[in-house]
């Protein structure tokens, strides 16, 4: 008997295709946030098969952590689309209203977000009920999911407007992500907990080969039980998910 591990429920997102019909910018991109995508899949796939064996009152404070971090992750990255890549693309474009459908996919998985967080945030150890988590999980993730994989042709569609104007678009967006209030000692740890570089050669991580051994020496250590529940090791590596029930 084996564990199932993070590649499931949800299927992690292949990069796509390199083609002449689609410059190396645009494919960048694509790629790019297929990375980031993968990421929440293999967090959201992390909880979904550890939540019901979580009892332990100390375990399920360490897990509650784990989704804040997991929480924050999706509602800041969608939050700068939001605010400033959608809105972004349509002037580069000149095409008003060309991102309204991302953002009502947005909007569709905006209020069970929203109680997740809520959730996660004011329940304690003794109020944990896994038939109530999951109900809230399925309130927003097939929304959630969907988005997620349609996004990536909604960016390869974006080729015919210019590849370098969407690259520049981008970089800036992660430039405004990274200048926000982001707290290192959540976001290095459960970034690197979910990124499986074994996974796809064109998935890249964006940070330099030092992050990990910060992370390691330092970040990971204010929430050290909340890790546990990473799919992968601090190093970008699968492991066994330690609350997953055998197959």
């Known amino acids: 008997m ?3 591990w993070a590649n499931e429920p949800f299927a992690l997102i292949p990069s796509p295709t390199a083609s002449k019909e ?11 946030m ?20 979580v009892t332990k009152p100390e375990d399920i404070a360490d897990f509650m952590v784990f989704c804040q971090c997991i929480h ?4 800041t990255h969608h939050h700068h689309e939001e605010e400033f890549f959608f809105p972004e693309v349509e002037v580069y474009t000149g095409q008003a209203g060309l991102m309204e459908t991302n953002l009502q996919q947005h909007h569709a998985f905006e209020e069970g977000l929203k109680r997740f967080g809520q959730y996660v945030y004011s329940t304690k150890p003794h ?5 109530d988590f999951k109900e809230i999980l399925d309130s927003f993730t097939p929304a959630l999911v969907k988005h997620l ?5 909604t960016l390869l569609a974006l080729e015919k407007y210019g590849g370098d104007k969407l ?6 967006l992660e430039k405004r992500i990274l200048a926000g209030a982001i707290d290192p000692y959540r976001v290095m740890p459960v970034a690197l907990g979910s990124f499986d570089k074994t996974f796809d050669k064109n998935q890249v991580a964006p940070f330099p080969w030092f992050v990990p051994y910060l992370s390691w020496l330092w970040f990971s250590r204010k929430h050290k ?8 090791s601090i190093w970008s590596k699968p492991r066994e998910l330690q609350f997953a029930m055998e197959k």
Request: with cysteine; proline share 6%; charged share 25%.
């Open 2 to 4: 084996t564990k199932p």
């Open 22 to 32: 689609v410059s190396k910018e645009t494919l960048k991109v694509a790629t790019d």
């Open 34 to 53: 297929c990375f980031v995508h993968n990421l929440f899949f293999r967090n959201l796939n992390a909880v979904h098969l550890q939540y019901e064996q």
């Open 72 to 75: 924050e992750g999706i509602h």
């Open 127 to 131: 109020e944990y009920n896994p038939k």
């Open 149 to 153: 994989n349609d996004e990536i042709p």
């Open 167 to 172: 690259l520049n678009l981008w970089q800036e």
């Open 225 to 232: 039980g909340a890790w546990r529940f990473s799919p992968c």
